[in-house]
């Protein structure tokens, strides 16, 4: 139990979603890495005699720094764009007038959409109808689109394969207050199969669960390459915003960090998906690590089994 406590972080981080049992293992929320490491410190103290029974920190100490990151310190002086990112769960557990009323209370220049598309069964679903209502332009099709506040300057679709072109790393060019800024939006798919299976259909039908997983890192590890791609071409992508579907403390999420970009919601441990124990943040806004953050939280709001997200960025002093 020991062994486990103290080598199951340190395996996740280095196989992550490679192989299924690293994949499943990514998938348990902080609270419940917790639960597992305070049983495994009980069942070491008890079992345990004299000096050993110390080492029932260990696990706790193990999960403690797997998950810890430092909070996010925000600038108020800045002047940027507002970005905001939530999954519509294709309209299925909303109307669109409840929807538009959730964005229009986010007040963004640049809303990342997932599951923008549209259920055969739920017709009424429209991603025009609340643009129009929120008085905003479409950007994209399928999955994964955006509402920008005025047209933008310039949109760009990535594939990330090996999911469907319906999602793309859609990045959109506005101009704010006179500076050019590209905002990132995506939707990447899930690690296991049911769920991959669950939301997209024939992209992971006949896959193994070590494909499922193989291929989530594979799509992981494209981002990453567009991203610095875009970088060194002197033309950043600002901020990467959407439903990852993966966890902050994931190999993929960490990758993105590790190319020079800062996770705005560190330290916020309110989760984004799901519901009690299980419940988890899975959506996220990583942002270029030489701009400041104005504002970072998670926005609940009805008519969606995600919550929304919203940062306000822009350049630091003196730059």
Known sequence: MLVVGVAL??????????????????????????????VGAVVIAVGARGLLRIAALLPLLAVGALIFVG?????????????????????????????????????????????????????D????????????????????????????VAVTEVPLPPGPAARPLLVVDIDHEGRRWRVGCLHLMPRLFLEADSVDRGEARHASWGGIAAASRAQGRTLREALIAAQRAGA????????????????????????????????????????????????HALVLGTHAVAEARVVPLEGSDHAAIVTAIGPHRGR
């Open 125 to 152: 679903f429209d991603v025009d109808a609340l643009a129009r209502d929120i008085g905003a332009v479409v950007v994209g099709s399928g999955e994964v689109r955006a509402l920008v506040r005025r047209p933008p």
């Open 236 to 283: 950043p992508i600002d901020v990467v915003a959407g439903d990852w579907n993966h966890q902050a403390f994931g190999r993929v999420v960490g990758d993105v960090i590790d190319s020079g970009y800062v996770d705005v919601l560190a330290g916020d441990d309110r989760p984004t998906f799901g519901r009690h124990l299980w419940a988890k943040r899975i959506d």
């Open 9 to 38: 972080p340190l395996i996740t981080h280095i196989i992550a979603e490679d192989s299924l049992p690293t994949a499943m293992l990514v998938e348990l929320p902080a609270r419940s890495w917790w639960l597992l490491a305070v």
């Open 71 to 123: 909070a996010s310190s925000f600038d108020t002086g800045v002047t940027g764009p507002r970005v905001a990112a939530w999954n519509l769960a294709k309209g299925s557990l909303s109307s669109t007038t409840q929807l538009a009323a959730g964005l229009r209370s986010l007040d963004a220049d640049v809303v990342c959409l997932s599951e923008a598309g549209r259920y055969h069964w739920l017709p």
